[in-house]
């Protein structure tokens, strides 16, 4: 399999490059050099300036608003983005629901749902997890019980992330407790303003706060407002997990990682040597980066076999893991090179100017936060331990 790019996907590159470097506002990739979590106006600013460049739902088909790139090129717009250290799209919205939204939904939710995700004026969150339902996705027992024409909802969902700025949440609740546990899973969109809900933040261990705890409290839902088929939302949920799955990958986000580390450890001395003089440090390094390339291929296979527009299968569990070990591995090492720096600047990460009052290398700023926020890859969007599962029975059939 010839993994090279065309000349024509490098002349792409170099026009994604342009417009990073040109077109897309330089406020937010200084602060989110400086380590800072971005607002929802952030996220907004960003994701209109992708859009008005027809460059948002970059995964999407061209019919429902997307923008028909290949497989290549969306691979290299992805890497283009992160390496100019521009803001990640919110994916609840363009990545997991939007897909769900125009593969299963009718006409009416197309026209009602989609535009928003388009132009960034309607924020998703996605409730999955509950209190003791994380893992066991299909265990899962918020209620949705059918009155006329809404169904009340009550319950908890829990690490929902960047509920605090969800105009809509996505929901998989239990619709019926009689046969199979996930045959009565039931996939519904709920309006974040309906009485009865309530957002409690959970402030992480590094400082932030983008998860919450999502309360229903006899909250009315139109029938109209499910996707598919009353039961059925197991099925829609499996198409979406492998769209999530697969964004974790992050390859040039991690190429850029090691850099600022290599860097750094060429540059900083200790004790009057320089970290990488350091043999056992070299090793850690060489190996972190030998086991980028083999994400990265790992990655350029997965695109090689998905169809276009169609949706990643169980492999997508192989990149959760590789691909969430390696990013706690980075950060690991990151602490180890920058923690000096850093670790002074943390209490005050959410403070404006909290990096002016000394100079850091490349990358320091927010490499606590970042290696505490890692710790929970491995757990969230399905914990590796049950992707290995996954591997196990669905792939290897053992």
């Known amino acids: 399999m010839d993994f090279s790019f065309s000349k024509a996907d490098e002349e792409f590159r170099l026009m994604v490059r342009d417009f990073f470097e040109r077109e897309y506002p330089r406020d937010i990739v200084e602060k989110m050099a400086r380590g800072h979590s971005p607002s929802k106006a952030d996220y907004q600013k960003s994701e209109r300036a992708l859009s008005a460049k027809g460059w948002l739902a970059v995964n999407w088909p061209k019919a429902d608003g997307g923008t ?35 593969t299963f939904s009718t006409e009416e939710q197309k026209r009602r749902w989609l535009p928003g995700i388009l132009d960034s004026t309607t924020f998703w969150a996605q409730g999955y997890s509950e209190p003791g339902s994380g893992s066991d996705l299909a265990s899962l027992q918020c209620a949705a019980v059918r009155d006329g024409d809404d169904y009340i909802v009550t319950g908890t969902k829990i690490w929902t992330s960047l509920a605090q700025h969800a105009d809509w949440i996505f929901c998989l609740l239990r619709t019926d407790n009689s046969g199979k546990k996930q045959e009565g899973i039931t996939f519904l969109c709920i309006d974040m303003k309906t009485p009865g809900i309530a957002v409690n933040p959970i402030i992480t261990i590094d400082g932030k706060h983008s998860l919450n705890s999502v309360t229903f409290e006899d909250v009315r839902v139109p029938v109209a407002n499910r996707i598919g088929e009353e039961g059925k939302g197991w099925t ?163």
């Not at 290549?72 to 919110?90: H, M, P, S, T, W």
């Open 68 to 102: 028909g790139w290949t497989a290549n090129q969306k691979y290299i717009f992805d890497e283009e983005l992160e390496r100019a250290g521009a803001l990640n799209v919110v994916p609840m919205g363009l990545l997991y629901v939007g897909p769900v939204i125009y």
């Open 236 to 398: 829609y949920a499996n198409y979406l997990l492998g769209h999530e799955r697969t964004s974790y990958a992050h390859v040039a986000g991690k190429r850029k990682q090691l850099a600022d580390i290599r860097m750094t450890a060429e540059n900083v001395e200790a004790d009057g040597a320089r970290l990488i003089d350091d043999p056992a440090f070299r090793v850690k390094l060489a190996d972190l980066e030998t086991r980028l390339d083999a994400l990265e291929l790992t990655v350029l296979r997965t695109l090689a076999s998905v169809a276009e527009g169609g949706a990643p299968g169980n492999e997508s569990s192989i990149l959760k893991v590789i691909a969430t070990e390696l990013a706690q591995d980075i950060t690991e090492l990151g602490m180890e090179a920058f923690g000096p720096y850093a670790l002074p600047a943390f209490p005050d990460s959410a403070a404006p100017l909290w990096t002016d009052n000394a100079p850091l290398p490349p990358g320091a700023a927010p490499a606590v936060a970042r290696y505490l926020g890692a710790r929970a890859q491995s757990i969230y969007g399905g914990s590796n331990e049950i992707q290995k599962n996954i591997l196990s029975r669905r792939i290897l059939g053992l």
